[in-house]
């Protein structure tokens, strides 16, 4: 007679099994009861009880970390919309500083000319530093008044302008 054995991967035995288990252990104790070999036991097509435990678990780890990379996203893209707003808010200041203010008004200073309607800035006008550039120059230099260009190479300096 062929007696029919079980190999467990672990001694603990979850209670899906144990239905299986007392089924086997009543075909053993009848006498001379067929055993078929060619089927295994739904045991050995099915994880353990330990296996079951540890794919639960790694996927309850994973769950967790996904969930902490979602909350540092959440913080990142908060971050992130706070440091898009802080450079919108520097931008507009720094184009606010480097804008040309002339003491005549803005309009008489700033042209457009050309298809692109480009805008050049007038700077034979006065602004608001020509008259301390004025006195700057009589007070260093001793002269009266500019020379040809020179009040225009100035006033661009002044403004900061590539020259």
């Known amino acids: 007679m062929i007696r029919k054995t079980l190999s467990y991967l672990s001694d603990h035995v979850g209670s899906d099994d144990m239905e299986e288990i007392l089924e086997m252990t009543l075909m053993d104790q009848r006498p001379g009861a067929p055993v078929n070999v060619a089927d295994p036991p739904k045991s050995a097509k099915t994880l353990s009880y330990l296996q079951k435990h540890d794919v639960n678990t790694r996927v309850s780890s994973l769950e967790v970390e996904i969930q902490g990379i ?3 996203i959440k913080k990142l893209t908060a971050l992130r919309g706070t440091l ?3 450079k919108d808010d520097l ?3 720094r184009d606010r500083i480097n804008h040309v203010q002339p003491s005549r008004g803005l309009d008489h200073a700033v042209q457009t ?3 692109g309607k480009t805008a050049t800035v007038d ?3 006065s602004f608001d530093w020509s008259t301390q550039l004025q006195l700057t120059m009589k007070k260093v230099f001793n002269i009266g008044d500019f020379r040809l260009c020179q009040k225009g190479v100035c006033n661009a300096n002044m403004d900061a302008e590539i020259l």
């Open 84 to 86: 898009i707003a802080e």
């Open 91 to 93: 931008t507009r200041e």
């Open 123 to 125: 700077y034979t006008v």
């Open 113 to 115: 000319k050309g298809k």
């Open 70 to 72: 979602d909350e540092q």
